[in-house]
């Protein structure tokens, strides 16, 4: 796990259930919400953004380091707990960026409350079903399967060996864990809700929807068909890069996202 | 004294190992191109034989089950299979082990096990299992609701069975605002209940703490005797004495006229051995299947291991562990009295064939099973 020096890890209480968080930098509010594989903690493109934003990166409902509450269910059930999670950290005109699972969630946060975004960003976002293609399978393929479709060259990821080498007796704990809150929340509808597209044309928030061309998991049409959805998005596609665009090109998904925040 | 059942897991025989070597897994990846259903007409009528014979020459009881996706057993419903043995035999009970009660909804399944129960003349034992984990996959359910649909599905199929309807359900799973179903078991207050495991304790509990005979399927005998064990001790923290007709054992047996012959149809138990579990681990024990209960007693009882799955054995050293059990009529009532020196169970429940066993091998050794084997374990 990446921790700079301006970063720290806290626990702060939502509803009497106890969030791991990771924060850092100064400036107005940036909430980022991580995927389906967990919280890989602070970043180097939290770093980068926490120059200007004061970034919030916390562990969902029953990943890494937080419990689930009974109740958490479903993605719907994630994203009540994560609008007492805003106003637990009394964040005004935020920005919320959501990666993959994250950015479903992001989706429907907006659907359900917009006067208090600042921003929406979506990064590979899942949540909308494809017309033509299909999100691939993540839970029933084995562990090399699923390490396959992350990117597209994992030779251009920065620390690219990180994502190869085997994972610890605690990290395989943790990543079981997570796996097991991600299959409970995404299985049925599988990474989407149908009537989401349906809740998004109402969400007229400024939004940036950022894609890697080759994203295997989440194809491109379903940045396109957000872009439908949505009337107020910009759709970056980023060449040569997969599902993780912020690790895998992190200069350019910088800029798309340092270009698109000046905007706004 | 101990009940013997037959039981046949029914196996698509066609299959080789050469078939299934291209595949990522034996289940799900297998394609189903590799099924002919005019073929499986065929098995399907010598399977029903054999249940016949085995009611004729005076097994206890046939046991039925259900999987899917599997080539290995090509009963997708436990249900018609029991329909079938009702029909084509008079005696025998008929237990099925069992219903994948958490994928199915449970009003149906406690209407159709009742009219079994009605069709049988209060013939059935009704087991409920949880299934492999590619029962759940195969169901398109998420493997993390397994355990807790098993939970809500139980508790509704009983209630059925034992509360006059019309009710109201409103469970998380299964909501009915209105049950009723018209036709109720003859067996009062309902079927036997019956609840098997391979290596899980986690079952065992769950079984003793209701008073559920546990049937294990096959696991090695002092594994076996280790559940067995917390099944008692379970058993007397819940406050009544178990016996032998609390539990039971699954045995691959085969009974030739010289050991010679046994020793050579017996083989065929290892028929496409290493492909029927292999497959990732997301497969066979996706996270959230068992539950963090069930990982924590593991995790205290390190000697405790994942049943005969995962260990890979020689014919021959099957043998000697007593896990397959082939030969003359003398020779596997000498072996299988070992089993119930050692175990003690109620239940001896005979896995009988296997892949392309011939059909007359499989009929002969029902017969020297009923007609030598099961008089003498009797009289013990």
Known sequence: ?264 | MTEVFWFSEQPYGHVTDEDLAPYESGRMHFPNTHFDPEKAHVLYSNYHDQYALADEVGFDGIMSNEHHSSYWCMKPSVNVDAAVIAKVTKQVKIAMLGNVIALNDPVKMAEEIAMLDCISGGRIISGFVRGTAVETLHAGISPTENRDRFEEAHDLIVKCWTTPGPFRWEGRYFPHRMVNPWVVPIQKPHPAVWFPGTGSPESVIWAAKRMYPYMNLGSLLDLTKQLKDIYFETAREEGYEPGPEHFGYLIRCLVADTDERAQEVGRTFLWTEGHRQRGPVEFNDPPGYQSREALRIKMSRPTIGTGTIGRRMSYEELQDAHNIIVGSPETVINKLRYIKQTLDPGYMLIYGNEGNMAHEDVMRSVELLGTRVIPALKED
């Open chain 1, 1 to 264: 796990m990446t921790m700079a020096h301006s970063a720290q890890r806290s626990t702060i209480a939502v509803g009497g259930v106890a969030v791991e968080m990771f924060s850092g930098g100064s400036g107005p509010p940036l909430l980022f919400l991580h995927g389906a594989g967990g919280n890989a903690g602070w970043q180097p493109y939290h770093e980068e953004l926490a120059q200007s934003y004061t970034v919030y990166v916390p562990s969902q409902p029953g990943f890494n380091g937080t419990e689930r509450p009974d109740w958490v269910y479903t993605i719907t059930d994630v994203c009540h707990f994560n609008q007492a999670l805003v106003e637990t950290l009394g964040l005004e005109q935020y920005v919320l960026m959501g990666s993959s699972m994250g950015g479903w969630v992001a989706a429907e946060m907006a659907a359900m409350c917009r006067c208090n975004l600042k921003a929406l960003i979506l990064v590979g976002a899942a949540g909308i079903k494809p017309d033509k293609g299909e999100i691939a399978e993540i839970f029933m393929v084995s562990a090399q399967t699923r390490s396959n479709q992350r990117f597209y060259d994992i030779s251009q990821v920065p620390n690219g060996e990180q994502y190869q080498r085997e994972l610890t007796a605690e990290e395989q704990l943790v990543a079981h864990s997570n796996q097991e809150m991600a299959s409970r929340l995404c299985w049925r509808p599988y990474l989407h809700n149908p009537s989401l597209p349906y809740y998004l044309g109402r969400v007229n928030t400024p939004t940036l929807l950022v894609w890697g061309r080759q994203d295997a998991i989440i194809p491109v049409e379903c940045g396109e068909m957000f872009q439908q959805a949505l009337p107020n998005a910009r759709l970056e596609v980023i060449d040569h890069c997969g599902h993780s665009p912020a690790l895998e090109k992190p200069g350019e998904f910088l800029a798309a996202v340092n270009g698109f925040l000046a905007g706004v």
